[in-house]
């Protein structure tokens, strides 16, 4: 019966729609939902499968991707009314695009793939900036690593400054404080924290009182607890289940039957990750069908309770 639920498991993948990373090409549209209706949010694992194929054509970890796209609109590209959200200061759609000329303006409005392609390669170049702060020795797979990348999103205003110049305390109404907070949240279930960076307001010399970007006077930090990208896991990849009581579902979905696992048990990646089955799920992660390391069991995990096996 084990077996058999592997094998009905694998099958069902590729009808609910699943990714491999290592193919990103050939699972970069996301057809099986359907075609997306004019002036019309797609469902919300829609959106799920084309934030997270857009973010790994350019190589942003989709965990990112997702968590800006709901700070800036909610994973809406159109209001109640069918219009496109546009801001007061210009920004369109799902990405909230401003000031970038170089992408077709109606595009942008009228079609949410177009935008979230753009705002993953306006992300992408900040990425690239050579002025913003890197963690030392991370590559771009490293969550953490993208943290001045998606301040400069928003802007590297004094008003996103990781922490208060006149007290030194930490800056929770930055841009990228609640970004990384919704990505905890969301990817994650606040099951995870992601790694503190040694912040001193010597990194940052600016004027509070005045809209004049930040100039960074540290290039790099040295981060310990450092979180890699979920969606890199291939077929026989070990991961470990991160806290107690966690489901292994049988089917990706939260409504499916569960077995409760233990922290730290040992489960084998059995092939490509699954959106959940329930199209309007708000669930941002995804499920990944694994075995036990004993081959006793098999089904669904969600991402957001695993990592990777050093």
Known sequence: MKVQLLRVGILACFMIFCWSYEDVSAASTCEPYGEIK??????????????TNAALKENVPPEVIKAVAIQESGWKQFDGNGQPIIAQDGGIGIMQITNQPQFDQQKLKYDINYNIEAGVKVLHSMYQRTDLPKVKAAEPEVIENWYFSVMAYNGTKPANSPLYKATGQKNLNAYQEKVFSILEQYSFLNDTKLGQFPFSTADFEYDPNTSTNIIFKKKEYTLTNLHSSIYHLKTGDQVLVTRDGVNLRSKPTSASSGKPL????????????????????????????VKTADQKLVGYISSAYIMKKL
């Not at 004019?38 to 934030?51: A, E, T, V």
């Open 38 to 51: 004019p002036n019309q949010n797609p469902s919300r694992q829609h959106i799920n499968c084309l934030l």
């Open 262 to 289: 233990s922290k730290n048990t040992n489960l084998i990646i059995q092939g490509n990750a699954a959106y959940d089955e329930s199209v309007d799920s708000s669930n941002q992660f995804v499920w990944y069908p």
